[in-house]
């Protein structure tokens, strides 16, 4: 995957200008959508995505790849494809289904309750992350994470990580309606994991949060 050049934000705020502009995909899915984008229920929220591109902003120095982005909706129940591939250049997006932690969603509804950093929570944590190296342990191949905000500080500690998961998949939904729950990690489907992987490398960031 090509990386944007060091001055990647000329380009960004070109792109997502103004308020009506942060995120033409809303407005018109078809017109920009990556493919794989699901247009109809995987949209991504303009409030949203200024809040990440605002994170964006404030962690660059930490990020050595700035052309992609993920954006986590966790307003969106587990149902619903709400981990978003963002290309910065052109502004497609792909949507895919992520689990949240059980600590989030002790009732297993599947719409994630409360953010937590508590070392033991098993929930998830809001705020910018730094993707890191990949390892494979008892999840498989996995990518390791590095919190940016004081909410997500204990991500390493915790290990909070990018993996796949049996749970996660259109499966689930059909036979529960929502996904299974993680310790805290973004839980992908095993068939999604690779393209995850392949867009979000090391020195890439993620951003997460509900509205």
Known sequence: ??????????RRQALFAGAGAAFALCAA????????????TGELSPALLRRALAAFDRHQARLTRR???G???FSAPSRQPRFHLVDLANGGTTSLLVAHGRGSDPGHSGF???????????ATSSGAYLVSESYNGRHGASRRLIGLDPQNSNAEVRAIVMHGAWYVGPDMIRDHGKLGRSEGCFAFAEKDLKQ????????????????
């Open 1 to 10: 995957m090509a990386t944007s050049p060091m001055n990647p934000l000329s």
């Open 29 to 40: 899915p078809a017109a920009f959508a990556a493919p794989g984008v699901n247009a109809l």
């Open 67 to 69: 052309d992609q982005i």
């Open 71 to 73: 954006v986590v909706d």
């Open 112 to 122: 994630l309750e409360r953010f937590s950093n508590e070392v033991g929570s098993l």
């Open 196 to 211: 995850v992987f392949d867009r979000l490398t090391a020195g890439r960031m993620i951003y997460a949060d509900k509205l």
